[in-house]
């Protein structure tokens, strides 16, 4: 049965077999630009660590009707990792060293290696989804072979990069690091498109996780952020019956892992 809130899924959930990353304004209660900064990011990573879980859960047990979509719930998350990962190294890294005035090794010289590390298996991961002749074609032991090539420098990475962001805040107080953060979040989100990364990130958008402290995330009015959430879930509405989420933020039943009609999605 799909979660609504106040109730927890039944079955194995999408925070495993990779954790999340804990926000720093949760675990250090510091509230400075870069705290914020890398926060804000920890939600996005864990949107997408979330979407890597339930895919990894789910993919043995989806049934071949269930393929097309599958595959294209699949390749969202691909276009959310590769978008994040672009907008990363052309907007935001090179804000960053700009304002701190610092070269550009000093301050993500192991963030991009940690890039490189991923891309292979990434781009493997699109190539073979995007190759398959039909969706009958699928192989969901092939998908996880594929995925266990990436899986720990991925896991790495999206907790890594967090931790170095928020470490910058001991250079000290820099007021326009937000119109920078702010600027490539909005960017990651919706430049890759509605209706496939900015769908995916909130459909896999735990409002419970730590103490509900992120319930109200992003901050924007709640009736433009209810309807842009539906109004992006419309349009591909068969791939998010297998997201951890609900469309109102809270944790659901994975898809594939009980009856169909047991598990259908809120959306």
Not at 130 to 145: G, M
Not at 179 to 206: H, I, M, P
């Amino acid at each position: 049965m799909a979660s609504s809130q106040g109730t927890s899924p039944q079955r194995p959930w999408a925070d495993g077999p990779l954790k999340m990353v804990q926000t720093p304004m949760y675990t250090t209660k510091a509230d400075d630009t870069f705290t914020k900064g890398a926060s804000h990011m920890a939600l996005i990573h864990n949107s997408v660590l979330r979407g890597y879980n339930s895919i990894y859960l789910q993919a043995p047990h989806v049934k071949p009707e269930d393929y097309a979509d599958f595959i294209g719930y699949c390749l969202a998350w691909f276009k959310l990792v590769k978008s994040h990962h672009d907008d990363e190294e052309a907007n935001l890294f090179p804000g960053i060293v700009e304002m701190l005035g610092k070269e550009d090794k000093e301050v993500w010289g192991d963030t991009h290696h940690e890039h490189e590390a991923m891309l292979p298996g990434l781009v493997a991961f699109n190539e073979y989804l995007t190759t398959l002749s039909s969706p009958s074609d699928f192989s969901s032991a092939k998908l996880l072979e594929i995925m266990k090539t990436f899986e720990a420098p991925l896991d790495h990475h999206f907790h890594s990069e967090i931790s170095t962001i928020a470490s910058l805040s001991r250079m000290g107080s820099f007021p326009n690091a937000t119109a920078v953060f702010k600027t490539w979040g909005r960017q990651t989100l919706t430049k890759a498109g509605y209706a496939e990364v900015f769908a995916f990130v909130f459909l896999n958008f735990d409002r419970t996780y730590e103490e509900r402290l992120w319930e109200s995330w992003p901050p924007m009015p709640y009736p433009i952020r209810w309807a842009l959430i539906r109004y992006s879930a419309w349009w591909h509405q068969g791939w998010w019956r297998f997201a951890s989420c609900d469309i109102d933020g809270y944790p659901k039943d994975l898809y594939a892992l009980g009856d169909a009609g047991e598990a259908q999605a809120r959306i």
